[in-house]
Structures are given as C-alpha cells and as structure tokens.
C-alpha cells in the first residue's frame, strides 16, 4: 500500500480514546483530515503516520500501546485478504519464542537473521497441522512481536492478535459465544468418562495418565476431547488437562487454533480437512465431543456420502447438515462418551428430520435438548448407548432463553437420574409422547407447567416487589446538575498516576477454579452485578487479597464494571484488575467513575473496541475535596443503576408471570 501501517475508523477511535462518531465528525468538519489510502467506501483504512500526525498538530492527545502497533504494522503486510494467514504466522512465531526462547536470541545476532530464523522457527513448529510461509512477515515485525510478547507472554500476546483479527472480520468468521463455549466444557466435564476407556486415533500417543483435568469441574473429566469443526478453538480452549484433537476444514483457521492450544499448554493434535467428506481421525473414540458446526449447508457432501457407516440412525436429508454432524459426532465418541453440539432451533422441529430425531430418542443417543438464547442456539446433548444398555424413557428439555442460570444444576441432576424430575427450569419429557407425527424437540414447547397456587402465590408477591421498588427510584435520583459554566478539566492518565505512585495495579490471575475452596472470590459477574464474592477457591500462596477502599474494575468491557471493595478479605477472580490507591491524594470513587465510563464507552456498538487499557484511561486533575465531590455522584449513579437493574429483572418476572398466569387460566383481568 505504500504505508507503514492502516488503520480503519475504530482503530483511530480505539487510538484517540474516542467513539467511532467522532472520527467521522473530524472527517466532516477538518479538511486536512487524512484520506483513505486502501480498504472500500463503507469501511476504508487511513495511513498510521498521517492520522498521528493529524492528531498532533490539531491537540488530541493519543497514545498507542504495544499491541496495537504490533497489530497495525501486521495488518499493513499484507492485504486483507491474507490477514488470516498473517495472523497465524504470526502466532507461530510466538510459538517458536514460547518453546525455544534462546534460539531466538541466537538469531537476532547472526549474519542471516531472516533466513536463520525461518530454519529455526520452521524446526520449533514443525507439529502444526500446516506449513508457515514464514516469509509473510518481515524481520522488524518479528522484531516487535518479540517485545510484545516480552510485555505480555506469548500466549496473551497471541489472543490480542485474535480479538483484533476477530473484529476486523466480524462479518466473515463465526465465533462461538464464550459464555456458550464454558457452558458446555462444564456440562462435558459434569458426567466423567473412565480415562482408561479413551481410544487414540491410530498412529497417535497414548495420553499422559492422570492428566484428564477439565477447568471448572474438581471431579475430574475427560482423557480425551474432540472438536470435528473446530473454527479457531474456542471450544477445545477449556479443556485444560485434556489431550484435545480438532478438525477445521479452512488451513487458516486450523493453524490459528493448533498454535492458541499449543500456547496455552495443551497437548493439542489438530489436522486441516472437511470432517464430513475427509474425516481425519477416521478410528476416533473420544470420552467428549464439542462441535459448533457451520449451518443450514446444503452442499455438505449428501450424495457422495449416502451410504457412509456413519449414519447410524438414518441418512441425513440434503437440508438437514445439522444432523449429519450430530451423528458425526457420535461415531467420534466411545460408549458411555457425551456429545455437546450446538444446532439451529429449527433443526428440533423441521419436518425432513423427524425420522432421525425419533431414532435418536428411540436409540437412547439424545439426552437433552437446551435452548441457550431466544431464537437459539439449541445445546443438544448426547451419549452413545453402551452395548446392550437399556434405552432411557425421559429426555431433558430446558428453555433457558432468559439466562443460564440454572442450566447445569438441571443436567447434573438429570445425569445423575435420569428417570426422575430435574430442578427447575429444567424439565424431564416422556419420550413416548415426543414420538408423534412431528417428533418437536424446542424446549419452548415442553416447558414445566406452573402449580396454580403456587404461580398465582408468586404473581403477587413478584407484583408487589416490583410496586415498592418502582416508587423507591423517585428517591434515588443523584445529586448531579448542570454546571453554572462549562469548564475543560486538565486530564493525567492511569499509567502515570502509576509511575508517579499513586495508583498500583494488579491483575486477576488469568485462570482460577471459583466452584470450590475455602477462600471466598470476588468473581467479574459479581462486580457486575455488585454483589458480594460468590466464588470459592482453594488456599495457596498468588491470591490478591482485597483490601477496604481498593477499586475492582472488569477487563472486557461488555459491562464497563468497577467498584469500591467495602468488605476486605476477598480474593481477586479471573478478569478483574485491582487498583490500590495513596487515598491521601486519589478518592476510591472518584476513579471507580471513571474507569466505569471507560469501560461502558467502550463497549458501545461503534466504539471496536473489546477490552480496556486501563493505563490509557483519563482522569481529570483535581484536589482530593473535589475528587470525593465527584465520587460521591458517582457513587448515586451507580446505586442508581443497580436499582434500575433489579427493578428491571422483577418486571420482566412479572410480564412472564403474568403472561403464564393469563393463558394457563389461573390469572384472570381485574375487573
């Protein structure tokens, strides 16, 4: 392109600390804003150089981290169009570093270092699934990969190049939601398979014994994991103790996910082909296979594959690729193994399915059907019947469409009987009555009828709450009006209020079991929510204990939460930071705002930006009188907001309730 380095609209705004709106403002109002050098008309990219010096000469302050200059000057090696492949070798560059950190340093010294360091690199990462063009990318990007992953490690290093890369093509890549990808590595880990029963695909190492650890699950859980359509991992990532295998059918996409496993320490084996027409891993049986494979295909290989052992239970209809990846699935699983896979609500209802839905019932294969999200996902859970067992009468069906919470209570105590009645919202289904002309599988349909008394009891009492806490947000406006004139604050940011000693942070460890111990946690949802610690996690020496006056704030900034720490004695969870203040010269409060509105800011649709560099976050100079003015409005804000939060749950009970009392008869119109 004739430019060091491109940046697109939300790449200036994430530089600038500003939203996306004021960059196209400044591309209104300035004539001598930069013009695009590259990208289309909706979405064009600007030279790196122009747009800092654009910002310098017109006042507005910047400040580009490490990442983000490593990320610009990979995007401009190349065109869009390669940025995958860029990415990927990229991260197998960290790779190399990752195992073979004093090689590197040989190579920076040598005679050849572009040339030494393809043969080194090339040696460290000759187990990834497909070749590097390790010419893709220059010696002095290499360079600054290096110092990124000095900064960072070269695992959190690789993951801030995918979270950009994810963005950039948002459009084009399908990531499966992370709340979704936990879930079901719980769900997988909540019913154990016997270690000693995992087969290996043939020509692979046995796994290491005692090594089937699943995050989140202390019980122990499968040897072996297995992803048939495994995007760029995100569903293999949990199984921390696992040996995990994955086929991806994009070489790109397989390369990306082999090197974010291998980072992390997995003992990963992934391999690049269509599973359904090139399956690789063709003598597989896994304890669990997770899969979120692509949708509504119609040329997934139905002619070719018409008479494939696979089909167990029925040849899958050209339009119902769904259902051939569920049986995919189960043929890659041992007996007595789970299957978790994600499919499209109309797959439990479309009428060309319903032959293959009912030999799954029949068969004992399908165990629950649970809808994630309204209009879906569906999560279906299966298990391959062991010889001679004993089909199941009863299939858990679960519409957790208004939060999963309650999701994995449901299955375990399903699991754990499966002829008896889950805990709601969970509901065992009779299999002979879902064996009719439709075989309907959507959760929605088969959801638990209230008990009269009961509902109507709850009505009132949800109608009640909701009345009180209604006419209490009258009372809780803040104290916060409009100046008598506008004035322009000076402004520090957090990374020097760090180097002058005021501020010291300190993040949550990357990774933490928060379901069992004695030590209590203070997790990222309860600051969201601001409750008090829910986690519990063993004893030992790393925790950051809270302290009273100390700030917590998230990572992410889907919430944009921090809070004042009230309590002391708490330990510091997974995506938190800690802010500890000199409260001598910084209020709590007041900077517990503004890393609040930092993160909100960010999290809004225009801004591209997924989580929040706290060292960049600007706070306004002003005496500690002042400060604790501000974190007092503040403070009512926030209240404010967590009023208006459970206000807004108890309604949305009552419109449920009500709508459920209405149409089951036992709720009637007043009057």
Known sequence: MGHDATLNAGDIARLADV??????????????????????????????????????????????????????????????????????????????????????????????????????????????????????????????????????????????????????????????????AELMARLAGAHPSPRSRAEPAEGSAEPAEGSAEVAGDPAGGPATVFDPACGVGALLLPFTGARVLGQESGETAALLAAVRLLLRGLRADLVAGDSLRQDGFPDLRADVVVCDPPFNERAWGHEELTGDPRWEYGLPPRGESELAWVQHCLARVRPGGLVAILMP??????????????????????????????????????????????????????????????????????AADPEGEPPAPGRAVRIIDLLDDEVDLSPARHRRPPDEPDAVAEF?????????????????????????????????????LVRAGIVTIHPGPPKMTTDAGEVPVLTAADVVAGGPPSGRAPAGAGHVVLAAGDVVATVATGDGAARVVA?????????????????????????????????ASAARPYSGVSRVDARRVRVPLLSLAEQRAYGRAFRELLALEDRLRATAALGERLVRLGFDGLAGGHLRPEG
């Not at 609500?345 to 994630?372: C, D, E, Q, Y």
């Open 567 to 599: 309590e002391p004695g708490a330990v510091l969870g997974p995506q938190l930071h800690l802010y500890r203040l000199d409260r001598d010269r910084l209020d709590p409060d007041f900077l517990a705002g503004h890393l609040r509105h930092a993160g």
């Open 345 to 414: 609500a109309a797959a439990a209802s479309r009428r060309p399915g319903k032959r293959i839905r009912g030999n799954l019932l029949r068969g004992g294969a399908l165990r629950a059907v649970l809808t994630l999200a309204a209009g879906g996902p569906d999560l279906w859970l299966l298990r391959r019947p062991e010889p001679g067992e004993r089909p199941p009468s009863q299939v858990l069906m679960l519409d957790a469409s208004d939060g999963l919470t309650g999701v994995e209570a449901a299955w375990r105590a399903f």
């Open 19 to 180: 939203g996306r709106a004021a960059v196209s403002n400044w591309r209104r109002r300035y004539d001598d804003f930069p013009q695009p050098v590259g990208g289309t008309a909706a979405s064009p990219l600007f030279s790196l150089p122009e747009v800092e010096d654009w910002l310098r000469r017109n006042g507005k302050s910047y400040e580009m981290s490490l990442g983000d200059r490593a990320w610009q000057r990979l995007r401009a090696a190349g065109d869009d169009l390669r940025l995958g492949d860029l990415v990927a070798c990229a991260g197998a560059f960290l790779l190399y570093l990752r195992r073979d950190p004093g090689g590197w340093k040989a190579v920076t010294r040598s005679q050849e270092p572009a040339k030494r360091l393809h043969q080194a690199a090339a040696a460290a990462t000759a187990d990834l699934p497909v070749p590097v063009d390790w010419s893709l990318v220059d010696i002095r990007l290499y360079r600054l990969l290096a110092d990124l992953a000095a900064e960072q490690g070269p695992a959190d290093a690789f993951e801030l190049l995918c979270e950009r890369y994810v963005e950039a093509h948002s459009r084009r890549l399908s990531v499966t939601r992370a709340d979704h």
């Open 460 to 496: 009132g009492r949800v109608r009640e709450r909701f009345a009180d806490a209604a006419a209490s947000l009258t009372g809780a406006l803040p104290g916060v009006a409009p100046p008598g004139q506008a004035r322009e604050l000076p402004t520090t940011t957090i990374g020097e």
